[in-house]
């Protein structure tokens, strides 16, 4: 097992819009095609190790949770303080 029982151990997988992802680094792995192909593996792994991954198995608490992004950025509310609530509203969350 590789989790100790004296550390509790918890991720927070960051999910970002696909589109977004390669259009940021599309000069990446040879182009935006060889760029995506590389996100997309990853992205096949990651989901392995987390399906495989869904609880601790000493506590039997959730190991990880999934934050989406856009639930943050700036750009999908109307003015600063809704997205600083929602900010706060995310940490919260993650804190408990």
């Known amino acids: 097992n590789a989790y ?19 259009a940021s680094h599309r000069e990446w792995d040879g182009g935006p095609i060889g760029h995506s192909k590389i996100i997309s593996g990853f992205m096949i792994i990651l989901s392995r190790f987390l399906n495989s991954h869904l609880v601790d198995p000493v506590t039997g608490k959730k190991l990880w949770t999934l934050l989406c992004l856009e ?9 600063l303080a809704e997205s600083n609530d929602a900010r706060k509203h995310v940490i919260h969350d993650l804190a408990t």
Not at 5 to 19: G, Q, S, W
Not at 71 to 79: A, E, H, L, M, V
């Open 71 to 79: 639930s943050i950025f700036q750009k999908n509310y109307k003015t």
């Open 4 to 22: 100790s029982p004296h550390a509790e151990i918890k991720f927070i997988v960051l999910n970002r819009d696909y589109t977004e992802t390669i």
